[in-house]
Structures are given as C-alpha cells and as structure tokens.
C-alpha cells in the first residue's frame, strides 16, 4: 500500500475513456461543476497530461478549469505538463522526468487537501503507459477510487467499452456507469448502432449506461454546459457514490 494514500482521506471519481480523444475532459468538468453548482466543494485533478503546453489554452487542464468554472492554476491541477504528444511515460521519459505512482499522488497532494472530492481525468484509456512498470489501470487501483467510463456513441463502442469494463474488473475497481459521447456534432452522424449500442453495453457488460451526451462545442462554460449534463445524463449514481465517501471519510 502506498504510504502517501494511506494518510490521505481522498474521496473522488475516476473518468477513463475506452480510447484517447472520447470526451473525457468534457464530461469531468460537467460532473465537477453540476456537482459544484449543488454546493459541494469539488475540485478537478488531471495528474499527468502530454501533447500541449500549459498556456496554450489547449491542455485538458485549462480546458478542464475553464468548463469546470473553478478558479484554479493549471499548473496545480495538472503538476506533470509535457509537449510532446506520446503516451504520458514517454513523453515524461523525453523530459528527463521518471513517472512513479506515488509520484503522481504526492504532487495532488495540494488539491486533495483543498477539496472534498476530485474528479480525475485520466490519460487516454486503461491500459495506457503510465510509469516505466504501471498503466492507468494500475493507477486507478492505488487510488482506490470508483471510476466512470466515457465511450464513443457510434460503431465500435461496445467492444472497446466492454473490453475496457473487463480490464477495471480484474483489478477490483468498482464502475459507476458508463457515459456515451457524441464526438461529432448531430449533422455529421449516420450511425444506425447509435440507438441500440447502450442497450447492448448494459446486457453484455453488466454495466449502467447514464446516458448520453450530446456534441459539446468548444466555446461553451460552466453555466451553458451545466443543464445540458443534467438533461441528458444520470447524475445521481455519481453523487451518491461520492457522498459515501465524503461521508465515509
């Protein structure tokens, strides 16, 4: 057990992707400022990201902050920044940085301190390099938090979500449910699987479909993205899982 989580009451919601680019970011902010628009004190944490330099206004971390609505530096939600656009433990490689897990935790220490609960993004999916001897899914072990999977709406998401589903339940970590994303806008989909591959998700997987999001635009905020997670998407299963363990904390 790694001495840094041991000592830390740490309480929050792990959002993985079946793949990189399905809407992680999108959805981690709309649960942290739904559930911050409820008066909770919810924080975001990105702990390693690559391929975009802090300030850009690009990275997942000042995107995460900007639809979160949370005032924060970008530099503390996500302590490890790096360029080049390679899985996190090459591109840390690269930068002469050597990734460990309890690395990673130790440099969260700041926001798991400040809030209640963290909602984290990870990077990529499960079984993306993270250190030189442990993937997301290892990570996610160690924090020992629940975790919630963001998938693609379209063709192909079944098997990379029950795949994906299968992978978190070896390792013992508890799923909230899945959360289907658009990732084109409506004029540009024509996918007839779309009406039936939650369905599917649910009776093969055994898992809780949400609901599913609709295409997000780059442009939107806190307070425009807010109604629209809470329209379309199950927030109840995500509250009461935190609040066992703010409570439990």
Same mark, same amino acid.
């Given at each position: 057990?790694?001495?840094?989580?041991?000592?830390?009451?740490?309480?929050?919601?792990?959002?993985?992707?079946?793949?990189?680019?399905?809407?992680?970011?999108?959805?981690?902010?709309?649960?942290?400022?739904?559930?911050?628009?409820?008066?909770?004190?919810?924080?975001?944490?990105?702990?390693?990201?690559?391929?975009?330099?802090?300030?850009?206004?690009?990275?997942?971390?000042?995107?995460?902050?900007?639809?979160?609505?949370?005032?924060?530096?970008?530099?503390?939600?996500?302590?490890?920044?790096?360029?080049?656009?390679? +899985?996190?433990?090459?591109?840390?490689?690269?930068?002469?940085?050597?990734?460990?897990?309890?690395?990673?935790?130790?440099?969260?220490?700041?926001?798991?301190?400040?809030?209640?609960?963290?909602?984290?993004?990870?990077?990529?999916?499960?079984?993306?390099?993270?250190?030189?001897?442990?993937?997301?899914?290892?990570?996610?072990?160690?924090?020992?938090?629940?975790?919630?999977?963001?998938?693609?709406?379209?063709?192909? +998401?079944?098997?990379?979500?029950?795949?994906?589903?299968?992978?978190?339940?070896?390792?013992?970590?508890?799923?909230?449910?899945?959360?289907?994303?658009?990732?084109?806008?409506?004029?540009?989909?024509?996918?007839?699987?779309?009406?039936?591959?939650?369905?599917?998700?649910?009776?093969?997987?055994?898992?809780?479909?949400?609901?599913?999001?609709?295409?997000?635009?780059?442009?939107?905020?806190?307070?425009?993205?807010?109604?629209?997670?809470?329209?379309?998407?199950?927030?109840?299963?995500?509250?009461?899982?935190?609040?066992?363990?703010?409570?439990?904390?």
């Amino acid at each position: 057990m790694n001495q840094a989580i041991a000592k830390t009451n740490l309480s929050g919601l792990f959002v993985t992707g079946t793949d990189t680019g399905v809407g992680k970011t999108i959805v981690a902010a709309a649960i942290a400022a739904s559930l911050r628009a409820e008066g909770l004190n919810i924080g975001v944490w990105k702990p390693v990201q690559s391929g975009e330099k802090i300030g850009s206004g690009l990275t997942d971390a000042e995107r995460l902050l900007h639809l979160a609505g949370i005032e924060d530096r970008p530099e503390v939600v996500a302590p490890f920044t790096f360029e080049a656009p390679v +899985t996190p433990m090459l591109a840390a490689k690269q930068s002469g940085v050597t990734l460990t897990l309890k690395g990673l935790i130790n440099a969260g220490a700041p926001l798991i301190d400040r809030y209640q609960a963290l909602i984290v993004e990870g990077a990529g999916g499960v079984a993306v390099p993270l250190t030189e001897d442990a993937l997301v899914a290892d990570f996610i072990s160690e924090l020992r938090m629940p975790a919630l999977i963001v998938a693609r709406s379209g063709l192909g +998401t079944i098997n990379h979500t029950l795949l994906t589903a299968s992978y978190l339940k070896q390792l013992g970590i508890d799923i909230i449910g899945v959360i289907m994303n658009d990732i084109e806008s409506a004029e540009a989909i024509d996918d007839p699987s779309i009406a039936t591959n939650a369905e599917l998700i649910e009776q093969y997987g055994g898992l809780k479909v949400l609901g599913r999001l609709t295409h997000v635009h780059n442009e939107m905020d806190s307070e425009t993205l807010i109604p629209i997670f809470r329209e379309r998407i199950e927030l109840a299963p995500i509250r009461d899982a935190l609040a066992v363990q703010i409570m439990g904390g």
